[in-house]
């Protein structure tokens, strides 16, 4: 397969008809792509096969667990969304550490942090310049305190990544519904956020919005919020009402079974976008992420635009996402987080885990044994890969990258075969019930169609199939003793890659 480079992709994309938004920066080339009516499906295919991650996206990919902190006012009130009205004063965690709340996500193997600068009610956990209703009026260390610092300085300290969601609907802010006015206002406390405390790893966004005290809705700008944001912390990725990551769909912790990362996007101004050749992408992408199928052939081969939006999935590991002393008991178990793990880092998304820290202003002791639980069952299964030490046997190519511990290197099959097989001889008969399958996606997601087979003897036994496979696609089946097992690639979008394979044990068999 030709070595994907910038000069090949253009090319490519405008040999099929098809427009680039940007081909000046590696960075920013391939994850959108505008297409020119006219183009066929099979001229669609192909582009949809080479549409790849920027840095920031693959970075944010490899993180493959990450921390929520729900934290705020709603702590103190009981509340889910806060009216805006609560009295500064009842925000008061006499305990705060928020290097136990690092240290307890980087125990359970999260890679990084968000924390809830600002939820819908519209309380700073900063002490910001631009409202009143934030812990500066607080008791909480006489007004000094400034919770996302302490959140960023424990992030530095630890080695985890560091991320702030801010709402933008405020309930508590007299100019919210006039639109300029709010704007204004939120792109000032973005700004707080993003030049005072160091690098920012990832902007949260969600779309709540309602009406302000003028009974007007409030029209948020987010070209003007994205822009503001990588122009201050360019490397950091905009999630949910963002670009960069989309929200899967549900916040039940599943992903989908099919779960592709170049999906769709149609708007009646994708051309101009297109034309105007733009630094990079800020719009907001809006694809339906009810549905269940959000990238196949039958999907895209309509679109007329492409580009990279990869699925994140969240779940609180209580009942609510903010803290409530009611819910001690009704803490995710650990087997429950494994089964979630495998559902959504095991289908291609990355898993955003709600942890809600106390009125204290600490984890809860239910919340870390459960975490410390699902973390030491992982452990356990990835402790050995059986696949290592096997002999490979394909009619593909570079097979030895599969077993390298580097996912930038792949097998891929030869001439333009969409098809292909690996078998694993092993040195001696182990016995598996998962599968772990990694595509290298920095050459794009491919893969339509594969299955995993064992030797009974001389006839091949399938053990479990699949569609996509993406970063990352775990497998669980019934215990199977072998020495002799193979995959089979069986459809894809051009030459198929696979970056990464394991064969484990589940620690719950």
Not at 98 to 121: L, N, P, S, Y
Not at 152 to 168: N, T
Not at 362 to 373: F, R, T, W
Not at 451 to 462: A, H, I
Request: glycine letters at 8%.
């Amino acid at each position: 397969m030709s070595k994907i480079t910038p000069v090949f992709l253009a090319t490519l994309l405008w040999g099929c008809g098809v427009t680039q938004k940007n081909t000046n920066d590696d960075n920013k080339v391939h994850h959108f792509v505008a297409i020119k009516p006219g183009s066929t499906e099979t001229d669609i295919i192909r582009v949809a096969a080479n549409v790849t991650p920027s840095a920031r996206q693959i970075r944010w990919q490899e993180l493959e667990f990450v921390a929520f902190l729900h934290f705020g006012i709603n702590t103190f009130t009981g509340r889910e969304w806060g009216t805006g009205t609560e009295d500064e004063k009842i925000f008061n965690p006499t305990q705060l550490d928020a290097r136990q709340w690092v240290r307890t996500c980087k125990e359970a193997g999260m890679k990084q942090v968000i924390i809830t600068a600002k939820h819908h009610d519209g309380f700073c956990l900063w002490p910001t310049k631009l409202t009143e209703h934030s812990v500066k009026n607080s008791p909480w260390k006489d007004g000094k305190g400034d919770v996302v610092k302490e959140v960023a300085d424990a992030c530095r300290e630890l080695g985890m990544g560091f991320g702030v969601y801010l709402s933008p609907w405020d309930r508590n802010s007299p100019v919210y519904g006039d639109s300029p006015a709010y704007n204004a206002l939120f792109m000032g406390q973005l700004t707080e956020l993003l030049t005072q405390y160091g690098k920012v790893d990832e902007v949260w966004f969600d779309g709540a919005n309602g009406e302000g005290p003028n009974g007007k809705k409030q029209v948020y700008d987010w070209n003007a919020y994205h822009s503001l944001i990588r122009k201050l912390q360019p490397t950091a990725t905009i999630a949910i009402m963002g670009p960069d990551i989309r929200w899967v769909g549900t916040e039940s912790g599943y992903g989908r079974n099919t779960e592709w990362s170049v999906v769709p996007y149609d708007r009646p101004d994708f051309d101009s976008i297109a034309a105007a050749s733009q630094q990079d992408v800020n719009f907001v992408p809006q694809p339906n992420l009810m549905n269940n199928d959000l990238g196949s052939r039958a999907i895209i081969k309509n679109a007329k635009g492409l580009m990279w939006y990869p699925a994140e999935t969240d779940v609180s590991i209580r009942p609510g996402w903010f803290y409530h002393a009611s819910e001690d008991e009704d803490v995710k178990s650990p087997e429950k987080l494994f089964d979630i793990y495998f559902n959504s880092v095991g289908l291609n998304g990355v898993l955003l885990l709600n942890i809600p820290p106390d009125k204290r202003g600490l984890i809860h002791e239910n919340d870390v044994k459960a975490l410390q639980g699902f973390r030491a069952l992982k452990d356990k299964m990835y402790k050995e890969n059986y696949a290592r030490g096997a002999e490979l046997v394909t009619t593909g190519k570079n097979v030895d990258a599969i077993l390298d511990g580097n996912n930038t290197t792949h097998w891929t099959t030869k001439n333009e075969s969409e098809t292909g097989s690996i078998i694993f001889k092993l040195p001696a008969p182990k016995t598996i019930s998962v599968l772990s399958l990694q595509e290298n996606i920095r050459v794009g997601q491919r893969i339509e169609k594969f299955s995993f087979e064992y030797l009974d003897g001389t006839e091949w036994k399938k053990i479990a199939e699949g569609t996509t496979v993406g970063y990352k696609r775990l497998l669980r089946f019934a215990p199977v003793t072998a020495k002799e097992f193979r995959i089979n690639i069986e459809g894809s979008r051009l030459n198929p890659t696979l970056s990464e394979v394991g064969f484990y044990k589940n620690p719950l068999d």
